[in-house]
């Protein structure tokens, strides 16, 4: 068991470039989230998914999208990256089951120039 | 305000001294996580509370929901327990997501 994979580990784009970041997870997990971690701020929730086809906005969508065509495979796309943009980047995963806690990948370290 | 604050930003101890950690919400929730953070980045679950006190190993949570308040408590600190803890809350309404706080740094020292 592989957990909770992210590719890329890191990342440097240049302002207007496009890329997408891509989370796997091998625990037939239902609920799939993106977060970004900044300095002096804790989580924020960029997108979350509570299943194959649906995805949802959280606090801090802007400037991002997402999908989830496969159960296993969460994608977060930046169309046109902004430097604001740079930040750490995890995906978690988790069970239906209500309260059970989150997995987490190891980050992607995105740079923004 | 930040939804969920935390106590201590930043700690330094000495091997062996008990160590807490504090997390203080004012919001209505339905569970409490505690996650620690390898210097690393790695992120790691280590307690869900919805009431009373949980132990694994040297750690121990507690948490008070009347006082909505939580400790994080480390017996006998060792230098692998430097890392960043944060808590989170998951909201009442809100099965799906996780509020986080900005995490206290604690680094044991030898």
């Known amino acids: 068991n592989a957990g909770v994979t992210q590719t890329p580990k890191f990342r440097v784009l240049k302002t207007g470039q496009s890329m997408t970041l891509l989370c796997a997870q091998d625990m037939n997990h239902e609920y799939m989230y993106w977060y970004r971690q900044d300095p002096g701020m804790g989580l924020r929730l960029i997108h979350y998914?509570?299943?194959?086809?649906?995805?949802a906005k959280g606090e801090v969508p802007d400037g991002y999208n997402v999908s989830r065509l496969k159960k296993q495979n969460f994608l977060l796309g930046l169309e046109s990256a902004a430097p604001s943009q740079t930040s750490v980047y995890f995906c978690?995963?988790?069970?239906?089951?209500?309260?059970?806690?989150?997995?987490f990948g190891a980050g992607t370290r995105l740079s923004v120039l | 305000k930040n939804e969920v604050e935390q106590s201590p930003q930043n700690l330094t101890a000495q091997e062996g001294e008990f160590i807490t950690i504090n997390c203080s919400y004012s919001?209505?929730?339905?569970?409490l996580h505690w996650l620690q953070q390898h210097p690393g980045g790695g992120i790691v679950s280590l307690f869900m509370?919805?009431?009373g006190k949980k132990k694994h190993g040297r750690l121990i949570a507690t948490i008070n929901i009347q006082e909505k308040h939580s400790s994080l408590h480390i017996t006998a600190s060792h230098p692998r327990d430097s890392a960043v803890y944060i808590c989170a809350v998951r909201k009442t309404g809100t099965a799906s997501k996780l509020t986080f706080g900005t995490g206290t740094r604690l680094q044991v020292t030898l």
């Open positions: 509370l919805s009431s």
């Open positions: 978690a995963s988790r069970t239906r089951t209500r309260g059970n806690i989150q997995y």
């Open positions: 998914s509570v299943g194959e086809g649906t995805t």
């Open positions: 919001v209505g929730i339905s569970a």
